[in-house]
C-alpha cells in the first residue's frame, strides 16, 4: 500500500475510535481499556479540553493531552500534602564588640553588610550617636539572608538602648530605657591578708570597695593602716533589670573598724543629685586633702630631714613620701585647685605642682606621663587623675613621689591633720539625721546577726 494511503487510513481509524470512546464515556459504561479509563477519568473533572489534532500526531505514547483546571489542596486530599512555598528566614544576630578606631561603616564591611546602609543610619535624626562609637560597648545587627540589615541596637549607657528597625527604604528609631529596680544589700568583711581580698571571698564588687576608699580616704590610709582583723560593715545598692543583676549603684552607709577607732559614713543626695558622705553627725567625710595620692599602694620611704640619698650616696634631706606601685598606676590630686606647673623639673622628672589656694601646694614627681589635656592653668577635682607612675629623673624604682607645703615650706603628709571641708547644709540636717540613725540601726542589727551565725 502506498504512504498516502497508510496515513489516510491510520486518519480514519483515529476518528473513528475517538467518536466510539466519546459516546462510551458519555454513557457511563465501565471502562475496559487504559484509553478508556483516562477518558472517563477526564470526564469527571470540572472542566477540561481535548487539544487538537495537529498536537495529537506530535504527542508520544497515547497521543492524548488534556489541559485541566488550577487544583486545590482538596483535589490532592489522597496524594501526598502540598509543601508551602519556602519563607524568608528569620534575620540573623551578630554581636560585636567595639574596639578603639572602629566605625560603624567598617563594621558593617566586616559583617558583608553594605556601606550604604551606615550612610543612612548615621544621617538618622537620633542614631548621630553612631558617628562616634565608645570602645568596649556592643552594637548588635540583624541582617537576613541577603546580608540586608533589618535591625540594629546600641547600648547609650544609663541602662538606655538605640534600637533601628528597617522600614522600607528607611528607619525607624526608638530609644528605650529598660526599667531598673534598685535593692539594697547588706555586707560584711574582715581583714586577712587585704580590702580587695576579703571583699570578693564575700562577692563585693570591685567598684563598691573602690567607694570604701574614697569614702573613708581621709581617716584611713589603705596602703598603710590597715591591720589583719580590721572589720567594716556595709549596705549598698544592687541594680537589676527583671531578675537579673545589671549593675552596682552606691554605698548608702558604711561603717569601718581601723585599729580599734570606729569610722561610719552616711550617703546624702542633694537636689541636684550631687552625693556626699558625711558622719552621722553631719560633718563631711570629705577632708580638705586625701590622705594618699595613689589607692593601694605602699610607702617605700617617708618623710626625713636626715636620709641617705641612695643615688648621691650622701644623706640629704627627704622631703616627701615616696609611693611605690607598679608602672603606669593613677596618680589623683589630693584636693581641688589649680596646676601651676607640668613638664620636666631636674630629679623630679616629669612633674606636676597644683596649687591649692593661696596657702597650700602638692608635688607629684617621676611620673611616667601626665593626663591627657593637662596644663599650666587647667583647674582639677579631689580625686581627678593627674598623671602615671613612673620612674623619671632620679629615680631608683618605680613609684611616686608625693610633697605637701604649706606658704612654700615643706609639712610631712602624714603628720599633717587639715581641718574638715563642711557640715551638711542646715536646709537637710534635720532629714539627714533622721535618716542616719536608721540606717545605723540597721547596720548594727545586721552585724550582730552575722556575727551570731558566725
Given at each position: 500500500?502506498?504512504?498516502?494511503?497508510?496515513?489516510?487510513?491510520?486518519?480514519?481509524?483515529?476518528?473513528?475510535?475517538?467518536?466510539?470512546?466519546?459516546?462510551?464515556?458519555?454513557?457511563?459504561?465501565?471502562?475496559?481499556?487504559?484509553?478508556?479509563?483516562?477518558?472517563?477519568?477526564?470526564?469527571?473533572?470540572?472542566?477540561?479540553?481535548?487539544?487538537?489534532?495537529?498536537?495529537?500526531?506530535?504527542?508520544?505514547?497515547?497521543?492524548?493531552?488534556?489541559?485541566?483546571?488550577?487544583?486545590?489542596?482538596?483535589?490532592?486530599?489522597?496524594?501526598?500534602?502540598?509543601?508551602?512555598?519556602?519563607?524568608?528566614?528569620?534575620?540573623?544576630?551578630?554581636?560585636?564588640?567595639?574596639?578603639?578606631?572602629?566605625?560603624?561603616?567598617?563594621?558593617?564591611?566586616?559583617?558583608?553588610?553594605?556601606?550604604?546602609?551606615?550612610?543612612?543610619?548615621?544621617?538618622?535624626?537620633?542614631?548621630?550617636?553612631?558617628?562616634?562609637?565608645?570602645?568596649?560597648?556592643?552594637?548588635?545587627?540583624?541582617?537576613?539572608?541577603?546580608?540586608?540589615?533589618?535591625?540594629?541596637?546600641?547600648?547609650?549607657?544609663?541602662?538606655?538602648?538605640?534600637?533601628?528597625?528597617?522600614?522600607?527604604?528607611?528607619?525607624?528609631?526608638?530609644?528605650?530605657?529598660?526599667?531598673?529596680?534598685?535593692?539594697?544589700?547588706?555586707?560584711?568583711?574582715?581583714?586577712?591578708?587585704?580590702?580587695?581580698?576579703?571583699?570578693?571571698?564575700?562577692?563585693?564588687?570591685?567598684?563598691?570597695?573602690?567607694?570604701?576608699?574614697?569614702?573613708?580616704?581621709?581617716?584611713?590610709?589603705?596602703?598603710?593602716?590597715?591591720?589583719?582583723?580590721?572589720?567594716?560593715?556595709?549596705?549598698?545598692?544592687?541594680?537589676?533589670?527583671?531578675?537579673?543583676?545589671?549593675?552596682?549603684?552606691?554605698?548608702?552607709?558604711?561603717?569601718?573598724?581601723?585599729?580599734?577607732?570606729?569610722?561610719?559614713?552616711?550617703?546624702?543626695?542633694?537636689?541636684?543629685?550631687?552625693?556626699?558622705?558625711?558622719?552621722?553627725?553631719?560633718?563631711?567625710?570629705?577632708?580638705?586633702?586625701?590622705?594618699?595620692?595613689?589607692?593601694?599602694?605602699?610607702?617605700?620611704?617617708?618623710?626625713?630631714?636626715?636620709?641617705?640619698?641612695?643615688?648621691?650616696?650622701?644623706?640629704?634631706?627627704?622631703?616627701?613620701?615616696?609611693?611605690?606601685?607598679?608602672r603606669g598606676t593613677p596618680i589623683?590630686?589630693?584636693?581641688?585647685?589649680?596646676?601651676?606647673?607640668?613638664?620636666?623639673?631636674?630629679?623630679?622628672?616629669?612633674?606636676?605642682?597644683?596649687?591649692?589656694?593661696?596657702?597650700?601646694?602638692?608635688?607629684?614627681?617621676?611620673?611616667?606621663?601626665?593626663?591627657?589635656?593637662?596644663?599650666?592653668?587647667?583647674?582639677?577635682?579631689?580625686?581627678?587623675?593627674?598623671?602615671?607612675?613612673?620612674?623619671?629623673?632620679?629615680a631608683t624604682g618605680t613609684h611616686?613621689?608625693?610633697?605637701?607645703?604649706?606658704?612654700?615650706?615643706?609639712?610631712?603628709?602624714?603628720?599633717?591633720?587639715?581641718?574638715?571641708?563642711?557640715?551638711?547644709?542646715?536646709?537637710?540636717?534635720?532629714?539627714?539625721?533622721?535618716?542616719?540613725?536608721?540606717?545605723?540601726?540597721?547596720?548594727?542589727?545586721?552585724?550582730?546577726?552575722?556575727?551570731?551565725?558566725?
Amino acid at each position: 500500500m502506498h504512504k498516502t494511503g497508510k496515513a489516510a487510513l491510520i486518519g480514519v481509524c483515529t476518528a473513528m475510535l475517538i467518536t466510539s470512546l466519546g459516546d462510551t464515556a458519555s454513557a457511563s459504561v465501565e471502562p475496559k481499556t487504559r484509553t478508556e479509563a483516562l477518558l472517563q477519568e477526564a470526564d469527571t473533572l470540572p472542566f477540561y479540553s481535548l487539544a487538537p489534532m495537529s498536537d495529537i500526531t506530535t504527542a508520544i505514547d497515547a497521543g492524548f493531552q488534556f489541559i485541566g483546571p488550577i487544583r486545590t489542596d482538596m483535589d490532592f486530599k489522597d496524594r501526598d500534602p502540598v509543601r508551602p512555598r519556602p519563607q524568608r528566614s528569620q534575620c540573623e544576630w551578630i554581636n560585636h564588640k567595639i574596639r578603639r578606631g572602629d566605625t560603624l561603616s567598617g563594621i558593617f564591611r566586616r559583617n558583608g553588610i553594605s556601606i550604604r546602609e551606615a550612610l543612612l543610619l548615621v544621617k538618622h535624626e537620633q542614631a548621630s550617636v553612631l558617628q562616634s562609637l565608645m570602645p568596649g560597648q556592643v552594637v548588635k545587627l540583624c541582617k537576613d539572608e541577603a546580608n540586608g540589615l533589618m535591625a540594629l541596637n546600641y547600648d547609650l549607657g544609663d541602662y538606655t538602648t538605640l534600637s533601628l528597625q528597617a522600614d522600607g527604604g528607611d528607619f525607624k528609631a526608638n530609644v528605650a530605657k529598660r526599667p531598673v529596680i534598685t535593692r539594697h544589700r547588706y555586707a560584711s568583711g574582715r581583714i586577712k591578708n587585704s580590702l580587695f581580698g576579703s571583699a570578693r571571698r564575700i562577692g563585693i564588687d570591685d567598684k563598691i570597695v573602690l567607694q570604701l576608699v574614697s569614702i573613708f580616704g581621709w581617716d584611713i590610709d589603705f596602703a598603710l593602716d590597715l591591720r589583719r582583723g580590721d572589720h567594716y560593715t556595709l549596705v549598698y545598692e544592687e541594680l537589676y533589670s527583671g531578675d537579673r543583676k545589671v549593675g552596682i549603684g552606691d554605698v548608702i552607709a558604711a561603717e569601718f573598724v581601723n585599729y580599734g577607732i570606729v569610722y561610719r559614713a552616711i550617703r546624702h543626695v542633694d537636689e541636684n543629685g550631687h552625693v556626699e558622705y558625711f558622719t552621722p553627725e553631719g560633718t563631711s567625710l570629705r577632708g580638705t586633702f586625701l590622705r594618699t595620692p595613689v589607692k593601694f599602694s605602699r610607702i617605700t620611704s617617708r618623710f626625713n630631714r636626715q636620709r641617705f640619698h641612695p643615688m648621691l650616696k650622701r644623706r640629704r634631706a627627704h622631703r616627701g613620701i615616696d609611693y611605690g606601685a607598679p608602672r603606669g598606676t593613677p596618680i589623683l590630686v589630693t584636693a581641688d585647685g589649680r596646676i601651676g606647673f607640668v613638664g620636666r623639673r631636674g630629679g623630679y622628672g616629669k612633674t606636676i605642682v597644683v596649687r591649692h589656694g593661696g596657702t597650700y601646694s602638692t608635688l607629684y614627681g617621676h611620673l611616667s606621663r601626665f593626663a591627657r589635656g593637662l596644663r599650666a592653668g587647667s583647674t582639677v577635682k579631689q580625686g581627678d587623675v593627674i598623671g602615671y607612675v613612673g620612674r623619671t629623673g632620679m629615680a631608683t624604682g618605680t613609684h611616686l613621689h608625693y610633697e605637701f607645703r604649706v606658704n612654700g615650706t615643706h609639712r610631712d603628709p602624714l603628720a599633717n591633720n587639715m581641718p574638715r571641708s563642711r557640715k551638711i547644709p542646715r536646709r537637710y540636717r534635720d532629714d539627714f539625721l533622721l535618716n542616719a540613725q536608721r540606717l545605723l540601726d540597721q547596720l548594727v542589727s545586721y552585724r550582730e546577726t552575722d556575727l551570731a551565725q558566725k
